[in-house]
């Protein structure tokens, strides 16, 4: 199976640890982020990777060849230009050739979350992508109805609300994942060009294609992106706790 990690962005919200090495190569309880993603992949039997590369390309690069991985590993350069999120993706689309669903991941993610269990809910739901939620204190969310499909999205901030796609159901809100299952004929769908999220993306499917949403609530899921969240000892614990279970 295949896969992807984001790992392009510039990490501006762990500096200074990112002015000299890109946020993949952070190390957390002695292992790098990237290191991290590639052992929870293959863990659940990916053995393809593409990464996506911008800040510090080299020092990825370089890491990468060092490790000598038995799974195939390939880079997509953005180092011309960022692409954020949805725009990474879809340069990337040549790597995903096989016509099989792939797993879509951030570079900080941590989590106990089954990848066995969101690629099989993702096959019940005939989605042409399924996300991973998770109730949960988020600046944005999710909203979602009965059925686990997207139905459209909110900033807690602001108050803004966009719903694209009509339900009988109440909505309810859930923190993103940022772990994805996705159907390569997404790419057939997508008209954005340049730089693009892939929220935008869902948002605009939702209304005639159905994205699935599959709830996490009883797992463990921690985002590592700002400097402030290595400020919890219980929190690191329990990620050096998931480090430690997939690293093989």
């Not at 997508?190 to 935008?200: L, V």
């Not at 209304?207 to 609530?217: T, W």
Request: with cysteine; charged share 25%; net charge neutral.
């Amino acid at each position: 199976m295949k896969a992807m990690i984001l790992a392009a962005g510039k990490g501006t919200r762990l500096k200074p640890c990112t002015s000299h090495k890109p946020k993949a190569l952070i190390e957390v309880n002695g292992t790098t982020m990237l290191e991290h993603q590639i052992n929870y992949l293959t863990y659940f039997g990916v053995n393809e990777i593409i990464i996506n590369i911008h800040h510090f390309a080299e020092q990825i690069k370089d890491f990468i060849t060092r490790k000598q991985y038995k799974t195939r590993i390939e880079f997509s350069d953005e180092q011309d230009k960022l692409l954020d999120t949805g725009g990474g993706l879809k340069k990337a689309s040549w790597f995903f050739d096989d016509g099989n669903p792939f797993f879509l991941t951030g570079i900080d993610i941590f989590t106990n979350l089954n990848l066995h269990d969101l690629l099989a809910f993702h096959q019940d739901h005939a989605a042409i992508a399924t996300l991973a939620v998770k109730k949960r204190q988020s600046t944005r969310d999710f909203l979602v109805d009965r059925d686990h499909v997207l139905c459209g999205w909110k900033n807690n901030l602001t108050g803004e609300e966009i719903i694209t796609r009509h339900s009988n159901s109440q909505l309810t809100a859930y923190g993103f994942s940022v772990i994805h299952v996705i159907d390569p004929e997404i790419f057939e769908l997508i008209t954005e060009t340049g730089a693009f999220t892939m929220t935008s993306l869902y948002l605009r499917l939702a209304e005639k294609y159905q994205i699935a949403v599959y709830p996490h609530n009883d797992g463990q899921w921690y985002e590592l992106g700002r400097t402030e969240n290595f400020n919890h000892p219980k929190n690191m614990q329990i990620i050096a706790e998931i480090i430690k279970r997939y690293h093989p």
